[in-house]
């Protein structure tokens, strides 16, 4: 945990003790109503919300420090129920138990905080559904344990039955993660804490990843974590290791670099590239997985930071491949000499190699990117587009490649389909003209597929 920077920390004490000599909490003290509460809550909650979110947007390592001092008994408890709710979901989940993969500390912390609150009435109104989902995802006995540290009776009544029957199913579990996520998507929050000795490689790595994807897809100021990453790729210990390799590659790839900072990171990479055993193999296994990973975007601004690190003079099949690639971003993908380019450089590889299914999940970055930013009244766009699929389906003739491209156009021919209602309007006769041959001539679907596709549903006669 990173020590929270001092203007920080003068800003809480300021507003701690302007929380405790308050008109409002005296009011509150005296007449113990709820609605003297929630006055104190509306003045001064959006006040700490603005603190949180300044650290939270350029010194992200310290959020764990400032919650740590909201925990404090002169802030009353203010703000805890949407920490605690941060705490569930900054745990690191094994998606196939729907578990923490470790157990999770800070949500203890907080949670005990407001159990022993003096609002703790107050506060129980708020924090239920991030009580479910914390000991949802915590094993029985961790639970349990948590439950025991409370030493009033009516609050264990209360955790207990926070323990729901139905979140034993991991179903139930799945559903309920995925609906609580939706609640703080708007929310920046995430947090991680940088490993110091090769022992915490393993532990800290995944939530160290999942850190720095969330900063670099929410655009955020990450000059702070800069200087973090630098200790972590010149750590003699950690050169070989493959976490290592993995944040090497995550830093070349999303952070915008220059001068000394890209400087040392390629004096860095490139030495682990001579110097680890199997590096090619290894750096292609973990770029593909970026590629296919749902939640990462690997497009042609990251294949051109990377390629800024590399060397270039050293003469391997990744030299190669960001030549090529730098060759295909710079003229495009619609360009015969690009496309002549990548058919030349396939056939040097076996078609399901590594380095193939890269340059393969590239070309079709740049498909998928245009086709689901079209809107509706885009679709001749889609008509263009299509005539460089059988260009690109010879060149790769891989059919996981050719059912993507089926997959995404069908994607956004539904879209078109449920706007153009019409089927005399001239928009409608345009796309199902469209589909019935380039569809049927890629293979796409079968004649009698298209015919279902556009035949009209008969509406059923209401029966007396």
């Not at 006995?141 to 609050?155: G, H, P, Y």
């Not at 990450?222 to 070989?240: M, T």
């Not at 099949?317 to 495009?332: F, P, Q, R, T």
């Not at 009244?377 to 059912?403: C, G, R, W």
């Amino acid at each position: 945990m990173q020590a929270l920077a001092e203007t920080y920390k003068t800003q809480l004490e300021a507003l701690g003790s302007e929380i405790q000599e308050s008109e409002e909490l005296k009011a509150y003290l005296e007449e113990e109503e709820e609605e003297q509460y929630m006055q104190l809550k509306e003045l001064f909650e959006p006040r700490i919300a603005l603190v949180y979110d300044e650290v939270a947007g350029a010194l992200p390592l310290q959020l764990i420090a400032l919650e740590t001092i909201l925990l404090q008994p002169e802030f009353e408890g203010l703000y805890l129920p949407k920490i605690l709710g941060f705490t569930v979901l900054r745990g690191e989940v094994d998606m196939a138990r729907m578990k923490y993969t470790r157990t999770q500390e800070h949500f203890k912390n907080v949670l005990l905080a407001i159990c022993n609150s003096a609002n703790f009435d107050l506060l129980r109104k708020r924090i239920g559904q991030s009580i479910q989902m914390g000991f949802a995802l915590s094993s029985d006995i961790w639970v349990t344990n948590l439950i025991n540290e409370v030493d009033n009776k009516r609050v264990r009544y209360f955790l207990q039955g926070q323990k729901l029957d139905r979140y034993r199913v991991i179903d139930e579990r799945i559903k309920g993660y995925q609906r609580y996520q939706r609640q703080f998507r708007s929310e920046n929050f995430m947090s991680a804490k940088f490993p110091e000795v090769v022992s915490d490689l393993k532990t800290l790595y995944s939530p160290l990843k999942r850190f720095l994807l969330y900063r670099v897809e929410g655009k955020y100021d990450n000059s702070s974590i800069i200087p973090h990453l630098r200790s972590f790729v010149e750590h003699k210990d950690f050169k070989g290791h493959r976490e290592h390799l993995e944040v090497i590659v995550l830093f070349a790839s999303f952070f915008d670099l220059e001068g000394d900072d890209l400087d040392h990171l390629r004096k860095h990479f490139n030495e682990v590239r001579k110097s680890m055993d199997d590096f090619q193999r290894q750096y292609l296994e973990y770029l593909l997985q970026l590629h296919l990973d749902d939640d990462v975007l690997i497009q042609p601004d990251e294949d051109k930071r990377m390629s800024a690190v590399m060397d270039h003079k050293v003469k391997d099949d990744l030299s190669k491949y960001y030549d090529l690639l730098d060759e295909v971003h710079s003229k495009g993908y619609t360009a015969d000499e690009a496309q002549e380019a990548i058919k030349a450089f396939y056939g040097q590889y076996q078609g399901l190699s590594n380095i193939n299914e890269c340059l393969r999940q590239t070309i079709y970055g740049y498909f998928k990117r245009l086709i689901r930013n079209l809107e509706v009244t885009d679709y001749p766009e889609l008509f263009e587009i299509s005539k460089l699929y059988p260009v690109y389906m010879n060149i790769f003739a891989n059919q996981q490649f050719s059912q993507q491209l089926k997959e995404l156009s069908l994607e956004y021919i539904g879209k078109l389909l449920k706007h153009y209602t019409d089927k005399r309007g001239k928009d409608y006769q345009d796309i199902k003209k469209f589909v019935a041959t380039t569809f049927q001539d890629l293979d796409f679907l079968k004649e009698k597929e298209i015919v279902e596709m556009f035949k009209t549903r008969r509406k059923r006669k209401k029966t007396s």
